[in-house]
């Protein structure tokens, strides 16, 4: 499907600002429950981290879709916006004790569980509300993602999950803890991955730790995949939706389940990366020795990635539609870094002019800083608009 956008509409609003249509997000929505639906016992949770607007979580609610967690905050706010907390889980490396006693008191699902120390916590607290928590077990699956070093997850140097050698001890002291319920697996591996061999060599990881632990007489219901799912930042019109065919069918065709088994998803990025802009205000053109600067009121506190990453988003002149030129499109802030693109093509640049930061739904206002004493982005749906 074709976005288009309310120029008009956009003059009168203060920028920057985001903009998340409300039409793609419930057509990716669509075809992730039709995907999913078609392979027994597969439940997807939305990762809350990529995008925690209210307006978008109150419709991705609706759905009845799940909710991955990795703060107390995010289980609030979840809470707020209609996710029930039977379909909660509660991820992240360092759980403080007012999260963890925050998700006993409203029985959500479980909590991906990241270490022994961590395990023995949980469970005193749970002890002290009198409460059983189910949890699963981070496994650090060793598989490296052909993505960014700071997006991967999954190698033995990251600091997530629970090293191989480990796992058999701290999973027999799960099963004899007496305030936990080892109902289940974790992995997650990246963000941004794009080629499905990533994922086939999840599977085959799983497949021997899962015999592994069959040996043993260990057995769970539950295997949680995590997201990773990427998105296409270079074609947004040509891919609003991901492929999530193919990204299902992958685990269903290489991850060796028993019987009974649920498979758990956690998808965020590819959930709601497309459907979101950063709309921003050009400022000055300015020409520099070599090169040419538009200047725009958007900055790398309202967008972080091209700053952190050095990501890629295509970015669009709704103003114009001139003869091209090149430009170095740059924010207000006081550091060299705050530049979301260099000798990228657009239309003439005009003071006034609107640009569309593209494909920034995901990790875009949820990543937003008040650095320099900057206001936080506001969020509009297309719908209110």
Not at 55 to 71: E, F, P, R, W, Y
Not at 133 to 162: D, M, Q, W
Not at 204 to 219: F, S, T
Request: proline fraction near 3%; charge should be negative.
């Amino acid at each position: 499907m074709i976005q288009t956008f309310p120029t008009d509409k956009f003059r009168t609003i203060d920028t920057p600002f985001y903009y998340y249509d409300c039409d793609l997000l419930r057509e990716t929505l669509h075809v992730i429950e039709e995907e999913a639906s078609k392979h027994k016992g597969y439940i997807v949770h939305y990762a809350v981290k990529a995008n925690a607007n209210k307006k978008v979580l109150n419709l991705i609610s609706q759905t009845g879709m799940g909710a991955d967690c990795v703060s107390g905050g995010e289980i609030q706010r979840c809470l707020e916006c209609g996710f029930p907390s039977e379909k909660i889980v509660y991820a992240g490396v360092g759980k403080a004790d007012w999260e963890i006693n925050l998700g006993l008191d409203n029985d959500i699902f479980c909590f991906n569980v990241e270490s022994e120390e961590e395990l023995e916590i949980i469970n005193k607290l749970a002890q002290k509300r009198g409460k059983i928590a189910s949890v699963c077990l981070r496994i650090n699956p060793e598989v490296g993602a052909h993505t960014h070093a700071n997006i991967t997850t999954g190698l033995a140097e990251n600091k997530f999950g629970i090293a191989l050698r480990y796992v058999p001890s701290i999973i027999s002291a799960a099963l004899e803890i007496t305030h936990i319920n080892l109902i289940g697996l974790h992995f997650h591996i990246g963000s941004q991955i794009m080629e499905m061999q990533d994922f086939q060599a999840l599977c085959a990881r799983i497949n021997d730790i899962q015999d592994d632990l069959e040996k043993r007489g260990v057995k769970v219901e539950n295997i949680n995949v995590g997201g990773g799912l990427g998105i296409d930042y270079n074609d947004p019109e040509g891919h609003p939706i991901p492929d999530f065919q193919s990204y299902f069918n992958t685990f269903a065709k290489h991850l060796k389940l028993r019987k009974e088994q649920k498979v758990h998803f956690e998808l965020g990025r590819s959930v709601v990366g497309q459907m979101g802009s950063l709309i921003t205000r050009t400022l000055y053109v300015k020409q520099g020795k070599s090169r040419q600067f538009a200047i725009v009121d958007a900055g790398m506190s309202d967008l972080l990635r091209p700053a952190l990453y050095q990501a890629h988003h295509r970015i669009v002149n709704l103003s114009n539609t001139d003869d091209l030129q090149s430009y170095d499109v740059v924010g207000p802030i006081c550091e060299s870094s705050d530049v979301f693109a260099k000798e990228v093509s657009l239309p003439t640049v005009h003071r006034g002019d609107l640009l569309a930061i593209r494909s920034a739904g995901a990790y875009g206002e949820s990543m937003a800083s008040q650095y320099n004493c900057r206001k936080l982005p506001t969020g509009y749906m297309s719908d209110e608009l």
